[in-house]
């Protein structure tokens, strides 16, 4: 890429947790004795999906070593942990995560979303992009999947593909902030300044906060309230 632009790469909002709640009928003088057990497990589970790396490791990997839930939820507590070690840096543990999440689950999206950031993130633009695909094939609502490989495509100055790929974000969510901003720097690597404003205005017109935007259109002298 030829200019220095924001671009809003979309990490740290991936963790989903889908907890597998089980309808039990309890005998009135035995409620006492389920119900804490039953919310320790949910918030180990809410713990899985802390902002805290540390903290998210811990419950993820408390669920993982316990074997007590399902195939699908499996797969989530090692996605959830591969994001947690991702953020401390620990690149090979959290790539580790990611492959073995695939394996329990192939169905899994946000899996291969998290180690299509993961190889991004590597500057491995060709194996990102080859799992953010396999995420929208296996979601094809994923719009955040789309978002990350249109900026794949973006680093690769493959302009033309990168804004497709932001245009499918934006009619599967046409509040999407960061497709508008990245689908603004396509536009402005490919020469076209009045659209790449355009998309910055309208990102910035749905997330007033939204900083990279602003800064954007800033550096195309363009003047803001």
């Known amino acids: 890429m030829n200019q220095t632009l924001g671009l809003a790469f979309d990490f740290f909002d991936l963790i989903i947790i889908r907890v597998q709640m089980r309808f039990i009928i309890l005998i009135s003088t035995l409620i006492c004795g389920f119900l804490p057990s039953f919310m320790a497990a949910a918030d180990t589970w809410a713990d899985c999906t802390n902002s805290s790396a540390e903290l998210a490791i811990q419950a993820c990997s408390q669920i993982i070593s316990e074997k007590r839930v399902d195939r699908i939820n499996l797969s989530i507590a090692h996605s959830n942990r591969g994001n947690a070690y991702l953020r401390l840096a620990q690149n090979q543990q959290a790539l580790q995560d990611f492959n073995r999440a695939i394996e329990i689950d192939p169905t899994n999206a946000r899996a291969f979303q998290n180690r299509g950031n993961f190889y991004f993130m590597s500057e491995k633009y060709d194996e990102a992009i080859s799992n953010y695909d396999q995420a929208i094939r296996s979601d094809p609502s994923y719009d955040r999947a ?31 902030a960061p497709a508008y901003n990245n689908r603004g720097a396509a536009y402005q690597q490919s020469g076209e300044k009045n659209r790449a404003i355009e998309d910055y205005k309208k990102a910035l017109a749905i997330d007033p906060r939204f900083q990279t935007a602003r800064e954007n259109l800033q550096k195309l002298g363009v003047p803001l309230n």
């Open 146 to 176: 789309h978002v990350n490989r249109g900026l794949a495509f973006l680093q690769q100055e493959k302009y033309a593909e990168a804004i497709r790929n932001f245009d499918a974000a934006l009619k599967l969510n046409p509040d999407s």
